[in-house]
């Protein structure tokens, strides 16, 4: 029978089928747990006196309430000590995998997962974060959870799931320079909005897509919930199996053989139906930038911010106005004269080696502007470590950046890496909501390009807009 990935994926972890429009119940394959959604789901299990069901299936690591300076010291925010300090004692408690602070493998849940080789595809991947989206990039069905259902999977390693409809979303076309994945899902958040994914798992096909690295397909499926989607899926190819192989969890031998034999099959049939379908163009697309406070509020960087009045619909023309009352902007401004205080490049969006590589190829040689915080904070522990060995620390340094300890830092701000009331950002994470970054603060979601070129020019710009580095004299 003819189906799409998102439904060969389920079917192949179905433990129990539903009847009467119950969910199936499916198993999992990995469990990915991090300090802020997993308190509450160990205390559950400890007062039925239960275990974890499979402790090699579960693993854990410390990331949203990470300070990213001094991370020798104990952390100085009571909360945030408190949290992490419960994940640890629950991971030793109940026998959990567990990459703390200062460990090589510390980081962001998605940035970690793929890192070690455990996000493979065809894999069914949870964890209580909605951005477990990320891991469809390889081809697995990865869902984020609440706590309680953590605790269910804790407890037995299964999940009962409602059925859901699928979406092709079709990127035909190459992307030009200058444009990135980012530029991609923003498009497409702007195009279906953030509530057009809403009970489907989202599948993105097409040349685009196809000729995209793994962490810039991660960028894409990261932000499929920012379109309210259940998950996001691209098929895996050699660009999947060549990125797998030879890290710390992936099959070897024989073992591997089979396992790419297996993951060959993951692909959606020529002739399986999707629910709805949806194209965009890579080959007009350029850098794309969020004037509002969803992420669906999002134009090319060569427009203007836009007049609500030109907004047939009420509910978004009222969405409209009072995003642009809470971001202080001007209908008719050009986005290119936006002014920014903080350029924020990090998340698990764009935190990943090949993200930091491309900023860094943007400022080398040049200064950052003097009225630009800029700060650099690598996804992982590993990121930065790879970042160092190839120089790119000392390019951000000399830019003028800051260059940080690993963790989600101002993605969300659980740790001092916040804005201050009224101040503006450049950011490259997935969400510009109210506050999102620090109370009262102002978050523009950008690709790293831009956010490159923003640390330098000081206004929303991309590389295109940067004069040439002047060569020196005697060169
Ligand atoms: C803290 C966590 C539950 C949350 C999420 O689920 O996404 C966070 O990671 C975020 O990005 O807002
Ligand atoms: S980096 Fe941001 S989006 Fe990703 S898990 Fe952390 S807080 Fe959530």
Avoid at 138 to 162: C, K
Avoid at 209 to 222: G, H, K, P
Wanted: charged letters at 25%.
């Amino acid at each position: 029978m003819s189906g799409t990935l998102a439904e060969k994926v389920w079917d192949a972890h179905v433990v129990r089928k539903g009847t009467d429009g119950a969910p199936d119940l499916l198993y999992i394959d990995l469990h990915l747990v991090h300090e802020v959604t997993s308190p509450q789901a160990f205390e559950g299990l400890r007062l039925a006196g239960r275990q974890v069901r499979r402790p090699d299936l579960t693993i854990a690591t410390e990331d949203h309430n990470t300070p990213t300076l001094d991370i020798d010291r104990p952390i100085a925010d009571t909360t945030s000590r408190t949290q992490i300090q419960t994940l640890r004692n629950n991971a030793e408690e109940f026998g959990v995998r567990l990459h703390s602070l200062g460990d090589a493998d510390q980081g962001i849940v998605h940035v970690v997962g793929p890192q070690l080789g455990l996000t493979m595809p065809g894999l069914t991947v949870v964890c209580g974060d909605s951005h477990t989206s990320t891991h469809g990039a390889f081809g697995a069905l990865a869902f984020g959870i609440g706590t309680s259902e953590v605790e269910h999977v804790l407890a037995t390693q299964t999940l009962p799931l409602a059925p859901f409809r699928t979406m092709a979303i079709n990127v035909e076309g190459k992307l030009r320079e200058g444009t990135t994945a980012k530029d991609i899902i923003l498009a497409i958040i702007a195009k279906i909005g953030t509530g057009g994914g809403q009970g489907y798992v989202l599948e993105y096909r097409g040349e685009a897509i196809r000729n995209l690295s793994m962490e810039a397909r991660m960028t894409i499926c990261n932000m499929s919930i920012e379109a309210g989607a259940r998950a996001g899926m691209i098929a895996p190819d050699e660009t999947t199996f060549e990125y797998i192989k030879g890290r710390p969890h992936a099959p070897e031998g024989a073992d591997w053989d089979a396992a790419v034999e297996y993951w060959r099959t993951l692909r959606s049939d020529d002739d399986a139906v999707f629910d709805a379908e949806v194209t965009l163009d890579a080959d007009s697309l350029e850098p794309f930038v969020t004037w509002g406070t969803n992420p669906g509020q999002g134009l090319p960087l060569s427009a203007s911010v836009p007049d609500p009045v030109d907004i047939a619909d009420e509910s978004a023309r009222k969405a409209a106005e009072r995003a642009l009352e809470y971001m202080a902007l001007t209908p008719g401004t050009p986005l290119r004269d936006i002014a920014v205080d903080t350029v924020f490049i990090g998340s698990c969006t764009n935190g990943r080696i090949e993200d930091l590589r491309a900023v860094a190829e943007v400022i080398k040689g040049r200064k950052k502007n003097d009225d630009v915080r800029v700060l650099v904070v690598p996804g992982s522990a590993r990121v930065r470590l790879q970042a160092e060995a190839e120089g790119l620390d000392q390019v951000f340094l000399d830019f003028g950046a800051e260059w940080r300890n690993a963790g989600c830092s101002m993605c969300l701000g659980m740790n001092p890496d916040q804005l201050k009331p009224g101040e503006r950002a450049a950011s490259t994470s997935n969400r510009n909501f109210e506050g999102r970054q620090g109370k009262g603060g102002r978050t523009h979601l950008v690709s790293p390009l831009v956010a490159a070129a923003t640390a330098i020019r000081g206004t929303l710009s991309a590389p295109a807009d940067l004069a040439p580095v002047a060569e020196p004299a005697n060169a």
